[in-house]
């Protein structure tokens, strides 16, 4: 139980092109779904937490206007990154909180490597 | 100060050793705790929580110590393939945010 998975795993896209994540929670409800972004060698950095129906809740520093966040059910959520620059190279991670439980424990999806040229 | 703290490492350790990792957290009003674990390139995975009275699961020891607000790892007998980053998270408050502190890298040596 508590899988999460992400798609694309690994996309190379062209400076100025958007590109669209998918974060699925398959086997639970997941009100509230986080997304992270990791630089090399760096610790996970939260951008923003996304809620089933609402608008996110963005981390200071963090572009709502270039990173969208759309909540739309209690098992997707999706970031995307409008026209995307290679400084947003990076890995892309979401990870959804089980409803069900009421615990505090987070269930982190495969990742998305973003490569722009 | 950062929120959570952690030594980067690395830890260079002989296969069949002990070792152990310190996190400190600044926030008094933390409320739960956890240890993940994070291969090279890979997503974080869950490794255990952390509860008030310490817990332990196989080879893995944790524990908590509220008055000086630090976390502790202890792995026994270590393993290949326990090479890997050790995150050490904090929750603060009712929001379900996790504060993640940068990690600790373990190298197990055969």
């Known amino acids: 139980g508590a899988v999460v998975s992400q798609h694309p795993s690994w996309v190379i896209c062209k400076s100025g092109t958007s590109v669209k994540i998918e974060c699925r929670s398959l086997?639970?409800?997941?009100?509230?779904m986080f997304w992270y972004r990791q630089f090399p060698k760096q610790s996970l950095m939260l951008m923003a937490t996304?809620?089933?129906?609402?608008?996110?809740?963005?981390e200071q520093g963090v572009e709502k206007d270039k990173f969208l966040i759309n909540h739309a059910s209690l098992t997707l959520s999706t970031l995307t990154v409008t026209s995307a620059h290679p400084e947003d190279s990076s890995f892309y991670i979401c990870?959804?909180?089980?409803?069900?439980?009421?615990?505090?424990?987070?269930?982190f999806g495969p990742g998305t490597r973003l490569t722009v040229t | 100060r950062k929120e959570v703290e952690q030594d980067p490492g690395p830890f260079n350790v002989p296969e069949g050793a002990t070792v152990a990792f310190n996190c400190t957290y600044s926030?008094?009003?933390?409320?739960?705790f956890f240890w993940y674990r994070q291969d090279c390139r890979k997503e974080p995975k869950l490794l255990m929580s952390?509860?008030?009275?310490?817990n332990e699961d196989g080879r893995f020891t944790a524990q908590l110590n509220r008055a000086s607000q630090y976390i502790s790892l202890l792995i026994r007998d270590s393993k290949l393939s326990d090479s890997a980053t050790y995150l050490c998270?904090?929750?603060?408050?009712?929001?379900?945010?996790?504060?993640w502190g940068a990690g600790t890298k373990l190298i197990i040596k055969p």
């Open positions: 086997d639970f409800q997941a009100t509230t």
């Open positions: 952390v509860y008030s009275s310490g």
């Open positions: 926030n008094s009003a933390s409320q739960s």
């Open positions: 990870s959804a909180r089980n409803l069900g439980t009421g615990s505090y424990e987070q269930y």
């Open positions: 996304s809620n089933e129906g609402s608008k996110a809740t963005y």
């Open positions: 998270v904090v929750n603060i408050g009712s929001n379900y945010q996790l504060i």
